[in-house]
């Protein structure tokens, strides 16, 4: 294990753990905002892990790597996806009188 596993590890907790605070208060006001962005969170938590368990793997061959982490990228578009769906809807639910 190298120092960017490590930090790579650290970062999936810390996203984690920024899932779960913003399930509480979703639980707490059932505003859908911070639903969004829980869901935003685990999905990038999520990536970390398959990104560490794709790299760690020797067995792969370089074409199972680079279609690997395209999977990657999509679980990315999906959490940011997420997180900017999530600011459009509250600001757009703000403007209402």
Known sequence: ????D???GISMATFAASAIFFLKFWIASKDRFFLMFSAA?????IERVVLFVVHDSATRSRSDLTEANSWVYLIRLLAFSLILAAIIIRNRNSRLP
């Open 41 to 45: 969170l685990a999905c990038l938590s």
């Open 6 to 8: 490590f930090l790579s």
């Open 1 to 4: 294990m190298n120092a960017a």
